[in-house]
């Protein structure tokens, strides 16, 4: 019975260690960087301009917040340097911090490689992303955005800063390499499908992410859009509200122009007011969203209007933390 026990245990061991050897070494499994070339043609830079500050907001994490002032606006001369924390106290499993993405850091990359990093989370290094960033819906943008954005990042004002390096806790530092996904590119929708072109937006913008609330580090799928999940803030809990069409606890009520104007009521970021230490403050970045275009804004709406209403009142601040 001893020698059974100890040839048990022993292939208990080995099979731990295969196991973590195939998600250390093995993974993650995304193919090499696309042989693309992000040509930088005028259109194409201001194109990317418009997704990465505007609807897929990259230059959100990769520049310095203004946690002083309201939805924390970027900090001028940070734009795309990197360094904005994301720790354990704010329900992170380990330290995170963004990458600069400006040509000080980029230059060395090639087209493919940046492309592989946003659609598929695996960077120059085969190092796989903790997908703080959206990665898995950056993968269904259109390649042309994504080589819009690429160009777009080739123009950046060069910023030498050196973020520090993450540190991820365990296990999370060997499931973090089974998160990484082929690429599954959309096409753009035609403009006049206010619907698809809408949930073209929602999708690449990753909206789904921030208000449907998880379990377990999970998007609780049949819970989408249904608003409810929770921020660790400095003042206290910041909970996203419900954005289906439900009359009384969502958006139903609202009209096109409501949506729109409540987007472009934050189209001047110098004007957000200052927000102390214990006030409400929250992460939606109101004054980058801002800059969306109406066209846009109601083509989300649209396709809002068409997702399952949820009966999900949500507090949206809670109490500080003791």
């Given at each position: 019975?001893?020698?059974?026990?100890?040839?048990?245990?022993?292939?208990?061991i080995?099979?731990?260690?295969?196991?973590?050897?195939?998600?250390?070494?093995?993974?993650?499994?995304?193919?090499?960087?696309?042989?693309?070339?992000?040509?930088l043609?005028?259109?194409?830079?201001?194109?990317?301009?418009?997704?990465?500050?505007?609807?897929?907001?990259?230059?959100?994490?990769?520049?310095?917040?203004d946690?002083?002032?309201?939805?924390?606006?970027?900090?001028?001369?940070?734009?795309?340097?990197?360094?904005?924390?994301?720790?354990?106290?704010?329900?992170?499993?380990?330290?995170?911090?963004?990458?600069?993405?400006?040509?000080?850091?980029?230059?060395?990359?090639?087209?493919?490689?940046?492309?592989?990093?946003?659609?598929?989370?695996?960077?120059?290094?085969?190092?796989?992303?903790?997908?703080?960033?959206?990665?898995?819906?950056?993968?269904?943008m259109?390649?042309?955005?994504?080589?819009s954005?690429?160009?777009?990042?080739?123009?950046?004002?060069?910023?030498?800063n050196?973020?520090?390096?993450?540190?991820?806790?365990?296990?999370m530092?060997?499931?973090?390499?089974t998160?990484?996904?082929?690429?599954a590119?959309?096409?753009?929708?035609?403009?006049a499908?206010?619907?698809?072109?809408?949930?073209?937006?929602v999708?690449?913008?990753?909206?789904?992410e921030?208000?449907?609330p998880?379990?377990?580090?999970?998007?609780?799928?049949e819970?989408?859009?249904?608003?409810?999940?929770?921020?660790?803030?400095?003042?206290?809990?910041?909970?996203?509200?419900?954005?289906?069409?439900d009359?009384?606890?969502?958006?139903?009520?609202?009209?096109?122009?409501m949506?729109?104007?409540?987007?472009?009521?934050?189209?001047?970021?110098e004007?957000?007011?200052?927000?102390g230490?214990?006030?409400?403050?929250?992460?939606?970045?109101?004054?980058?969203?801002a800059?969306m275009?109406?066209?846009?804004?109601?083509?989300?709406?649209?396709?809002?209007?068409?997702?399952?209403?949820?009966?999900n009142?949500?507090?949206?601040?809670?109490e500080?933390?003791?």
């Amino acid at each position: 019975m001893k020698r059974f026990l100890k040839l048990l245990i022993t292939a208990v061991i080995i099979l731990v260690v295969a196991v973590l050897g195939y998600l250390k070494f093995l993974l993650p499994a995304v193919g090499k960087a696309p042989e693309v070339k992000a040509t930088l043609l005028p259109s194409r830079i201001e194109r990317g301009r418009y997704l990465a500050n505007h609807v897929a907001v990259c230059m959100d994490c990769h520049s310095k917040r203004d946690w002083t002032r309201f939805s924390a606006p970027i900090e001028k001369g940070t734009l795309g340097a990197g360094g904005e924390y994301f720790g354990p106290e704010m329900g992170f499993p380990g330290t995170f911090y963004s990458k600069n993405i400006t040509p000080a850091h980029l230059s060395n990359w090639t087209d493919g490689e940046i492309y592989r990093t946003i659609t598929t989370g695996v960077n120059k290094d085969n190092e796989a992303l903790f997908p703080v960033m959206p990665y898995l819906n950056y993968g269904k943008m259109d390649q042309e955005d994504v080589l819009s954005i690429i160009a777009y990042l080739r123009t950046l004002a060069p910023h030498k800063n050196v973020p520090p390096a993450r540190k991820v806790d365990f296990p999370m530092n060997f499931i973090i390499n089974t998160i990484p996904q082929k690429a599954a590119p959309m096409q753009q929708p035609d403009t006049a499908d206010m619907v698809k072109r809408g949930e073209y937006l929602v999708t690449i913008a990753a909206c789904v992410e921030c208000h449907t609330p998880v379990e377990k580090g999970q998007i609780i799928s049949e819970k989408a859009f249904n608003g409810g999940r929770e921020f660790v803030m400095p003042a206290g809990i910041l909970r996203t509200p419900n954005i289906t069409p439900d009359v009384k606890t969502g958006i139903g009520a609202w009209s096109d122009s409501m949506f729109v104007s409540r987007f472009q009521s934050f189209n001047r970021p110098e004007s957000l007011h200052a927000v102390g230490k214990n006030e409400f403050n929250t992460i939606m970045p109101w004054s980058m969203y801002a800059g969306m275009t109406e066209g846009d804004l109601k083509a989300i709406f649209a396709y809002l209007k068409t997702v399952k209403p949820a009966d999900n009142r949500v507090v949206i601040f809670g109490e500080p933390k003791k």
